[in-house]
């Protein structure tokens, strides 16, 4: 099976690297980044010119791009060159009602769809170590499961189309608010003298234990907001969120609050940060 991985981004070039190392046919891809086409074509994978090229020669479409616009317009550019039995994965996290759209396109020209967002940053988008989760009909996941892996260790069949970024949301939005949580009781322990050493032990011997911590203690200690997971991108997910919550009518109090953290980080120029970031906002180094 041909693959056509289409995005390059800070994900999508980890992700299709690992599919050009372990795919036994023929890898294509495009990116609007030509250095990073070349990149990838340094590894093995055969580049094209664009998203068309891609389409025309592959059997199989993988996308990585950042907004639900993004995808629509991409999917809008290829539906002419989409062809019954072709097998597209959307690997981006937008908006599902918008993935949901973009699925009854691509089947509509015989075509299959799946939705299969990320989780976990770039170190594992690196290493091949994401969390996946996927939106598919029941017979389509485990034919798309193998080349998943190549990506993830863990891979998920949420349901069907749409349900995959429904939990990737989930997901953010969690991790949105367990930052919060760690921000605002790191610095009241920190105020009452309380090392983030000390903090992160404590934490992690007790009910309170989590990843968060543990993964981001040394880089907040240091300061270091250098981007694993942007800012910019993790406020696009709780606002999608907003939305699902306003959809649903749900009330969401503790996501209110971290998309709040996540609109005064933006407008005070920390988009292109780590989200990890938000201590900074937290800690009140923006308040009027």
């Known amino acids: ?35 990073q086409v070349r990149k990838l074509a340094a590894l093995g994978a055969v580049p094209c010119e664009n998203n068309i090229e891609v389409a025309e020669k592959a059997d199989m479409i993988i996308s990585m791009v950042p907004t639900s616009k993004n995808v629509s317009d991409l999917y809008n550019e290829l539906l002419p060159y989409i062809t019954e039995g072709m097998i597209c994965i959307d690997m981006s996290t937008i908006d599902p009602s918008v993935s949901v759209e ?58 069907e189309n749409g349900k995959g970024l429904v939990m990737k ?12 949580g760690v921000n605002e009781t790191l610095l009241m322990a920190l105020h009452y003298g309380i090392s983030i050493d000390n903090f992160a032990a404590a934490v992690a011997a007790g009910g309170a234990n989590c990843a968060y911590m543990a993964v981001q203690k040394d880089k907040l200690k240091n300061e270091d907001y250098s981007v694993a ?21 749900m009330e969401m109090p503790g996501m209110e609050n971290v998309k709040r953290v996540f609109e005064k980080g933006m407008s005070a120029g920390l988009a292109k940060e780590d989200f990890r970031a938000t201590y900074k906002v937290v800690r009140g180094d923006y308040d009027d």
Do not use: W
């Not at 949301?169 to 919060?180: A, F, P």
């Open 1 to 35: 099976m041909k693959i056509g991985f289409i995005g390059l981004g800070i994900m999508g070039e980890s992700m299709c690297a690992n599919i050009v190392k372990k795919h036994n046919d023929t890898v294509y891809c495009s990116d609007l980044n030509k250095d």
């Open 102 to 159: 973009v699925s009854k396109e691509v089947k509509a020209k015989g075509a299959q769809f799946a939705d299969a967002p990320v989780v976990k940053s770039k170190a594992a988008a690196i290493e091949g170590m994401l969390g996946v989760l996927v939106g598919c009909e029941k017979s389509l996941y485990p034919v798309i499961e193998p080349i998943l892996r190549y990506m993830g260790t863990t891979v998920i069949h949420m349901g």
């Open 169 to 180: 949301i989930c997901q953010n939005t969690l991790v949105g608010e367990i930052q919060n």
């Open 229 to 249: 997971f942007s800012f910019e991108n993790m406020n696009k997910d709780i606002h999608i969120c907003e939305r699902m919550a306003a959809d649903a009518g």
